[in-house]
């Protein structure tokens, strides 16, 4: 069931994004402004989605890997108190 419902909260929000970039398009190229403008425009929303993207990516890799160090910190831990409490008895 979470994945279901992981997946219906993706759609949703393709939904949106989608929507918001056709709304952006369609007032960019309704603009009174020359061509030149526009594309300035449009190179600057895409550059801006890159970064976006990027710093999320960035965000969730930097999130994996303190977990994978808190895991590898809680193995150890664990296994030191497996061999303490082995040579005590």
Known sequence: MKNESNE?????NMAGIATAYGMLALSIWLAPVDLSTKGFWGM???LLTLSLVNFVKYRIDARSQ???INQIEAARTEKML???VSEKK
């Open 66 to 68: 303190q977990d994978r």
């Open 8 to 12: 219906i909260y993706t759609m949703f």
């Open 44 to 46: 600057g929303v895409f």
């Open 82 to 84: 497996e061999e303490y």
